[in-house]
């Protein structure tokens, strides 16, 4: 990694997933590692990897932070799935606000790189996209149904317009990009995987939807950081700046069908992969529905929602994007994973269908089921007489 072994690094969310496994590749190398969170990793660090509590929503914890670095890898957010989805406030302050205290931070103290991990909704609102690349405008903020997505697409657009911003104190310019990943997955991943392991384990997990035919993208961890990392190169003087102001999609370049991607994790944990497949709208129909719920009771009873709107067309309308921009100017080339060491992980803590359920509670989960779904349906029904 060049010079890079003599660098000193901030990551932003570095007690997070993606955030943890950059730090210690980047320590791996040799280079000096701080990690700035609200909240304590989980997992051991190295003994040189240094952990900073704070807020980047506070300007003067990042101001702090910054000193003495080199280079930022801003990862922090909050948002991005479940019952975090829905806090508007609190989403707005750390995705936007924060975004703006370290770019300030960074002007004000002369770092000089910052990378952004943006992500592929800062483009995606539900459309069809096939082999999209980086011309593609963003989505226009007011057609983005989540909160999450609309604030990454403006800490995405503040991070690429804050590149060539003199720097104070000392000569030189900030040169920044942004890196839009899929979604996140490998060994440990805490944000998806545990969620859809407890629904197939529940039994919530009966049904498909949208085409077979519809694609989209993952990145196993490693990829997405070996693209940080390149990233972080190739906005040096060295590397000529040359992502400096640029955004890149990041996946593992392999468009596969939402459900077929974790076919091996369900039949790996040993349970059977669901034959029925649903309507995308009627399943779209059903998170607004639970939206509207949270909405009226999540005040006094945060419930984690079963899918929210986002999480129903990422998994079920075709997006992928071609990764020719990032190959050639990155020179990120990804390496081929499966969902082999995921089933490992799950399966080393204990998950695994172990015994069948009874005749009893299996019929009782299928009349559950089937009155939801006739629930939802009839709800579509105009009420007789309006
Ligand atoms: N996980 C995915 O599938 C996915 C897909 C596309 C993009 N991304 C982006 O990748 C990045 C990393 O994702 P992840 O899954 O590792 O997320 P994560 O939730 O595991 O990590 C985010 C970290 O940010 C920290 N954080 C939140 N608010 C903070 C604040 N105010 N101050 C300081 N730290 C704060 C959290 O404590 C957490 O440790 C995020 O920026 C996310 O938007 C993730």
């Not at 779209?284 to 009873?301: D, V």
């Not at 020179?331 to 089933?343: A, F, I, S």
Request: proline share 5%.
């Amino acid at each position: 990694m060049g010079n890079a072994s003599k660098e000193t690094f901030l990551i932003t969310g570095g007690s997070g997933y993606f955030g943890n496994r950059l730090a210690l590749s980047l320590h791996k190398k040799g280079a000096k590692v701080i990690l700035f969170d609200i909240i304590p990793p989980s997992q051991e660090l190295p003994e040189d990897v240094v952990f900073v509590q704070g807020d980047i929503r506070e300007y003067p914890d990042m101001e702090k932070a910054v000193t003495g670095v080199d280079c930022v890898f801003h990862i922090a957010s909050y948002g991005m799935s479940g019952r975090e989805q829905l806090n508007r406030q609190l989403i707005e302050a750390v995705n936007v606000q924060g975004t703006q205290n370290i770019l300030k931070a960074c002007v004000e103290h002369g770092v000089s790189r910052l990378i952004y991990t943006s992500t592929f909704n800062v483009v995606f609102g539900g459309q069809v996209i096939e082999n999209g690349d980086e011309s593609l405008p963003y989505l226009p903020l007011h057609l983005h149904p989540d909160h999450y997505s609309r604030t990454k697409s403006l800490a995405d657009m503040a991070v690429l317009k804050a590149n060539g911003t003199v720097l104070k104190g000392r000569s030189g310019l900030l040169s920044t990009c942004a890196l839009r990943p899929a979604g996140i997955y490998g060994p440990g991943e805490q944000r998806h995987l545990p969620r859809i392991v407890d629904y197939i384990e529940k039994g919530i997990f009966r049904f498909v939807y949208g085409k077979p035919s519809s694609l989209v993208e993952f990145v196993h961890v490693d990829n997405l950081v070996s693209a940080h990392v390149l990233a972080a190169e190739a906005l040096t003087p060295e590397k000529q700046h040359r992502a400096a102001g640029q955004a890149y999609f990041i996946s593992d370049g392999r468009p596969v069908n939402n459900f077929e991607f974790f076919r091996p994790l369900v039949e790996g944990l040993g349970y059977r992969f669901p034959t029925l497949r649903l309507p995308i709208s009627l399943i779209y129909f059903f998170a607004f529905l639970t939206e509207m719920i949270h909405c009226l009771i999540g005040p006094f009873y945060n419930f984690q929602p079963l899918l929210t709107r986002t999480e129903v067309y990422k998994t079920g309308v075709t997006h992928y994007f071609s990764m020719t921009k990032a190959k050639a100017e990155l020179g990120y080339e990804p390496r081929e994973y499966n969902l082999d060491e995921v089933v490992q992980w799950f399966r080393s803590r204990g998950h695994g269908k172990k015994c069948h359920h009874s005749f009893l509670s299996r019929l009782l989960l299928n009349v559950l089921f089937v009155s939801a779904l006739v629930a939802v349906s009839l709800s579509f029904l105009p009420v007789v007489g309006s």
